[in-house]
């Protein structure tokens, strides 16, 4: 993984941890990187090598990759 | 227009509802109970001799020269004192009267220089007007004992102190006091002997406690206390009023010239946001438009290692637009992006986002906003459904508690600290939420009720602990909730702050506030009356900056705290036109009027008028144009008026982010930071120089007029514009106007602005639309705009920066009064006598484990870099933690500041950098570094002689 991917990686874990107390996790999360990340960011984020995120963002990510 | 005084009624306005009809020389005036005779007689055009007398100052009574006869009365009393009663009969011109008045008139002149002619406000002196309104023509008296001869105060950079010419009216001293609310100066000695003096007699201005408002000079009927700059050039002979390009506050000023040459900025009374008030930036910090350093030609360079060359602007435009189209065509459009500037026009500013979406093909645009106050446009959206702020200025009038949270207003926002500060004098009660003891916290007159200073980056702890206190202390304003908000998230979020976890005690390890003055602070701000909230960057350059704004917005909700005058949620801004910047559609993801690029509804407006298809996904953020320019995938950018070397933070990620791109664009007044990596480089207008629009901090749209032609040539705007047209782009804008007009065609909040409008008007508060034709100074007032209030939960996540034993101490950065962001401006004026250079903040205890002293050179180091500077011992500081500014380029503060960001928003996390502090020698590496980098990136090479 970049540093680049590392910081996206980063971001979408803080962006679970601080949507914690929606009723959908995974799909706040979603919506989150939706709405505000541009199509790359998106796309490094859903390559097949990353690792490091949280189960929530693993959920939201299999969101995204449903979606696209 | 020609040059006019501004008019001065002698006396406030009074505010009763009650009118009071009276006679007055044989006219009959009917004004409002309370009003002095005085201002009632200016009112119906009768003006009253006076000296002592002001309408911005509570009246007086010393000068007895505004006498009058009210028939029924015994003497003489003086008109600015009496107040008018109904049936009244005032004779205002007796002989009587004016032999009193020729009379005291006459002592005064006889201690007075009669050096008119060679006097710097000679045709602007309120003593000269007035001898000549009473007809004195001899002065009897033959000196024997006088003021004469007195030495000069020149210490201030600004204006000069001549007590020889110093009546002892105390209107300077008044106007400290009510105005400002330093009350830095003082009438010294008594009788004969009094002398106005700035602090103590050993004082001098430039020593004192003055801050350089301006607001004694402009009430000094005399020249006893004059700008420099009347001495130098002369009285002005017109005067256009425009808005300042500092703070988010948005005063308005009387820019008083000669010719083309600015005289001096005087507040303009009836400018609604500053109300006839000033600080020392807006009033005196303007020198940087004619500074040495301004750069007035375009240059280019094809790599950033060869001098400059200067060009027309033709061959400068050119050059950009094909940069532009070779990356585009080569990497693709989306290399392209654009940062629009919170210090330019709404109409530069709309026009920069529409060349990016239009032009570049793409949303890679954002805003300076990204770095300061982002989070609240998230917080506010999702709580409100409105990216601003609920109040205006007069408001705070009505606030019977006032909580300040992470904003240093005497600092950041001077002018609206001193109406602040006025309400706290009249009794309302202070809360301050800050981990420094700001001097809000205590100065004259003026004591919080609670300071609690926080350990940095627990913000959203303490505001849940201060929700867990009224919550489970029944201090809810429930009708308004279930009436305003949505009942069900309410109770979600209720029963949330209510856990033990989330208690005052409970918190307290985490916070470092004692549980109960939390608790205390949460009980007065919840039954002490009117509440409202003002929050600056202390709140939203965190990584929980978003967090905290919705957790204030539902502390307001809770208390029904919202939608009258007197309480609210106030973001204050920190550049000028970050409300305006943000509205114009500069975030990558939102059109303007905030609404999202993915909302098709939106893009065919935009479409249709443009005639383009847009994108649909959001693009870049300015971290994200970065990283994404290391990637070696973001190759161009166009910067208008912004630093972003020195202002974004992790300095070596923007440096390595710009040295990576093939086209950089700088457009600004000077070869700034950024412009070190630039390949082009198109000279910027001051707001001297441009007409268009500011959006304050209380969303009041007011006017920037062009008081002089622009030294480059061109306004911003018409740059933007000629960068379009050279990248085929079918623009042909005439005026700023214009753009307004597409502005308002576009925006449903902008609907009812237009120019003629804000010259009727002097200023609009949006929305201005068909519901509120006349704008809106208070949001909210029947219902939110989302519909209902929403709770949004915020639990406290700890940020992911840490204290540990390499880096033990907490940084926390900010500003000072004197100078301005990243200082480019402030520091190519005078301003520099008060702040030459950053300091260190760190407490007696901290530094003394250290073994450091006040003036000694220290080495200040985080995970991201390091840099030196010198350290202030003080206790404004907590233990733990240290402060310093981000006001010089060679200190750099921005090299210690680490990566991590907002949530929400990636709105960098200034506020908390883990950092040790050690004694030092001498300037880092990077600093030796840099500075030679800097003076190699700013040669200009010789123009060839033409043949």
């Given amino acids: 993984m970049t540093s680049t991917t590392d910081n996206l990686v980063r971001m979408a874990n803080q962006i679970a941890a601080n949507l914690q107390h929606e009723p959908d996790v995974p799909k706040a999360v979603a919506e989150h990187i939706r709405l505000f990340w541009d199509p790359r960011m998106r796309q490094l984020i859903l390559a097949p090598d990353v690792s490091g995120v949280s189960p929530d963002v693993a959920s939201a990510l299999d969101q995204l990759r449903d979606a696209s | ?947």
């Fill in chain 2, 1 to 947: 227009m020609t040059y006019q005084p501004q008019s001065d009624f002698g006396t406030p306005a009074a505010t009763s509802d009650a009118q009071i009809t009276l006679t007055i020389d044989g006219r009959t005036v009917t004004v409002p109970a309370g009003t002095s005779v005085m201002r009632a007689a200016a009112e119906q055009g009768t003006s009253i001799p006076k000296l002592c007398a002001t309408d911005s100052l509570s009246a007086f009574g010393s000068c007895r020269l505004c006498l009058v006869e009210i028939d029924g009365r015994r003497g003489t009393p003086a008109s600015c004192t009496t107040p008018v009663e109904p049936g009244m009969v005032v004779h205002t011109q007796t002989p009587r009267l004016q032999k009193l008045r020729k009379g005291v008139m006459e002592l005064y002149i006889s201690d007075h220089p009669l050096d008119c002619l060679t006097c710097g406000a000679n045709g602007d002196c309120e003593l000269q007007d007035q001898a000549g309104a009473v007809g004195l023509r001899d002065v009897r008296y033959q000196p024997v004992e006088t003021h004469l001869g007195q030495a000069k105060d020149q210490s201030n950079p600004y204006f000069d102190f001549d007590p020889s010419k110093c009546i002892v009216c105390s209107r300077c001293v008044r106007a400290c006091d009510e105005v400002q609310g330093t009350l830095a100066l003082t009438v010294q000695g008594r009788g004969f002997g009094s002398k106005i003096s700035a602090g103590i007699a050993s004082d001098n201005f430039l020593g004192s406690e003055c801050v350089s408002c301006g607001a004694c000079v402009q009430a000094c009927p005399t020249a006893t206390l004059i700008e420099k700059k009347v001495v130098e050039i002369g009285t002005p002979e017109r005067a256009v009023v425009t808005t300042c390009a500092y703070c988010g506050v948005g005063c308005t000023f009387r820019a008083e010239m000669r010719g083309e040459q600015l005289v001096r900025m005087v507040p303009w009374k009836e400018g609604k946001a500053n109300r006839g008030h000033s600080c020392v930036k807006g009033r005196f910090a303007w020198g940087y438009a004619q500074h040495q350093e301004r750069i007035l030609k375009p240059m280019i360079r094809r790599s950033i290692q060869d001098p400059w060359q200067e060009v027309s602007w033709d061959d400068a435009l050119a050059y950009a637009a094909s940069e532009l189209k070779r990356i585009s065509a080569t990497y693709g459009k989306q290399a392209l992006g654009g940062i629009t500037s919170s210090r330019c026009t709404n109409e530069e500013t709309f026009l920069v986002q529409k060349l990016v979406r239009a032009g570049f093909g793409n949303n890679n645009v954002d805003t300076c906003a990204r770095v300061c106050h982002s989070p609240t446009g998230y917080g506010l959206k999702t709580t409100f459904g409105t990216s601003a702020g609920t109040q205006d200025f007069d408001s705070v009038e009505d606030s019977d508690v006032i909580l300040v949270i992470g904003a240093n207003p005497t600092d950041g926002h001077p002018v609206f600290a001193s109406r602040m500060k006025r309400r706290l004098r009249k009794g309302a009660k202070l809360i301050v939420i800050d981990p420094r003891r700001t001097d809000l916290v205590r100065s004259p007159h003026i004591e919080a009720q609670h300071h609690l200073a926080l350990q940095p980056g627990t913000n959203v702890a303490v505001l849940t602990a201060m929700a867990h206190t009224i919550v489970t202390e029944g201090l809810v304003n429930e009708a308004f909730v279930k009436e305003r908000c949505d009942w069900d998230e309410y109770q979600d979020w209720a029963s949330f702050v209510s856990e033990d976890r989330n208690s005052p005690e409970a918190l307290e390890p985490v916070t470092k506030v004692p549980a109960a003055d939390l608790r205390a602070a949460a009980r007065l701000y919840a039954t002490g009356g009117n509440g409202a909230i003002y929050y600056g960057l202390g709140v939203t350059e965190h990584s929980q900056g978003s967090s905290t704004v919705m957790a204030i917005a539902n502390l307001a909700m809770a208390t029904g705290n919202i939608g009258r005058r007197g309480v609210g949620v106030n973001p204050l801004r920190g550049q000028n036109n970050v409300q305006g910047a943000c509205d114009m559609g500069s975030f990558p993801h939102e059109l303007a009027g905030y609404r999202h690029i993915s909302d098709a509804a939106t893009r065919a407006l935009f479409e249709r008028e443009w005639g383009v298809q847009l994108e649909s996904e959001p693009g870049l953020r300015i971290p994200n144009m970065l990283d994404a320019a290391t990637d070696g995938v973001f190759k161009a950018i166009y910067i208008q008026g912004e630093d972003i070397l020195q202002s974004d933070p992790n300095t070596h990620h923007v440096a390595a982010g710009l040295e990576a791109m093939e086209c950089v664009i700088v457009h600004d007044l000077f070869l700034n930071e950024t412009a070190n990596y630039a390949h082009i480089f198109l000279p910027g207008s001051t707001f001297l120089e441009k007409n268009g629009t500011f959006t304050n901090a209380e969303r009041r749209i007011q006017p920037v007029r062009k008081v002089m032609t622009p030294l480059n040539g061109y306004e911003d705007w018409e740059v933007t514009q000629k960068l379009a047209q050279a990248l085929g782009l079918d623009w042909n804008y005439a005026h700023p106007s214009e753009i307004m007009d597409e502005i308002a065609r576009l925006t449903p909040s902008f609907a009812g602005v237009s120019f003629d409008r804000l010259d009727q008007e002097g200023s609009l508060q949006w929305p201005v639309n068909e519901s509120a034709p006349d704008g809106s100074p208070i949001m909210h007032v029947d219902g939110f705009v989302r519909g209902k209030g929403k709770f949004v939960v915020t639990d406290y996540v700890p940020t992911d920066e840490r204290t540990g034993p390499r880096y033990p101490l907490l940084l926390t950065t900010g500003r000072i009064l004197s100078q301005y962001n990243v200082g480019a401006q402030t520091r190519r004026t005078d301003n520099v006598v008060w702040h030459e250079e950053d300091l260190l903040e760190i407490h007696p205890v901290d530094a003394e484990n250290r073994g450091i002293k006040s003036g000694d050179w220290v080495r200040l180091a985080s995970r991201a870099g390091e840099t030196t500077l010198r350290a202030t011992v003080t206790e404004r500081v907590a233990p733990g933690v240290v402060y310093t500014t981000f006001h010089h380029p060679l200190t750099q503060a921005n090299v210690v500041t680490t990566d991590y960001s907002d949530w929400a928003t990636n709105c960098p996390e200034y506020k908390v950098t883990a950092v040790q502090i050690s004694p030092s020698n001498g300037p880092t590496e990077w600093q030796e570094s840099y500075a030679k980098l800097q003076n190699n990136a700013r040669r200009i090479a010789k123009a060839e002689a033409a043949e």
